[in-house]
C-alpha cells in the first residue's frame, strides 16, 4: 500500500506554495497523482505480460505448421474410411503419398448407401411413381462431390419399396355417443 503524503514530498510543496494550507484537498489531489501513476505502471505490465503470451502461443502454432508443410507431396491418395465398430461411426482412412503415409479421423454416416459409398455425395430427384409389377419407387441422382478424390459414379439410381396401399373406412356413426 502506498504511504500518505508527507511533508517532504514536493508535490506537497508546490501544492502548499498555490494554495497556502494543508487541507485534504490537497492531501487527496497528491494521494490520487500518485494512483494514477501506479495505475499506469500496472496497465503497462499487463499489456507486456498479453503481449509475450500471444506470441508463445503464435509460436506453438507455427511449430505444428512447419512439421506438416514440410511434406514436398503433391499427389496424396485416401482410403476409404473405415469405422472403428460396425458399418458406422467414426473411424480412420489412411493416405500415401510416395514413401509417407498418415492416418486421418473421419466419420462414417449411420445412413450412408453401400453400393456407391460414404465418400460419393449425389443431389437427388424426386421419386417417381410405384411400379406396380416391381413394388418399388425409383429415382436418380448426379455427383455433386468426391471427397478425398473417391472413385465415383457420375449418376446412379436407388430405388425403394412403395408404401402399402391403405383401405379407406367410411367415416360414419358408429353406435357410440348419446342418441337423441
Request: net charge positive; hydrophobic share 30%; charged share 30%.
Amino acid at each position: 500500500m502506498l504511504a500518505h503524503p508527507s511533508s517532504t514530498d514536493p508535490y506537497l510543496k508546490l501544492t502548499r506554495k498555490y494554495l497556502g494550507a494543508r487541507s485534504s484537498f490537497v492531501r487527496n489531489t497528491i494521494y490520487c497523482t500518485k494512483m494514477r501513476g501506479v495505475f499506469s505502471v500496472i496497465v503497462v505490465v499487463l499489456v507486456a505480460l498479453m503481449m509475450v503470451t500471444a506470441e508463445a502461443g503464435r509460436g506453438k502454432k507455427e511449430k505444428g505448421k512447419g512439421a506438416k508443410a514440410a511434406s514436398d507431396c503433391a499427389e496424396w491418395r485416401y482410403g476409404n474410411c473405415v469405422p472403428n465398430n460396425g458399418d458406422c461411426g467414426m473411424g480412420v482412412r489412411e493416405g500415401a503419398c510416395n514413401d509417407q503415409t498418415k492416418k486421418l479421423k473421419c466419420k462414417v454416416p449411420c445412413n450412408w448407401k453401400k453400393e456407391f459409398g460414404a465418400d460419393c455425395k449425389y443431389k437427388f430427384g424426386s421419386w417417381g411413381e410405384c411400379d406396380t409389377t416391381t413394388g418399388l419407387k425409383n429415382r436418380s441422382g448426379t455427383l455433386k462431390k468426391a471427397l478425398y478424390n473417391a472413385e465415383c459414379q457420375t449418376t446412379i439410381k436407388v430405388s425403394k419399396p412403395c408404401p402399402p396401399k391403405t383401405k379407406t373406412k367410411a367415416k360414419g356413426k358408429k353406435g357410440k355417443g348419446k342418441e337423441n
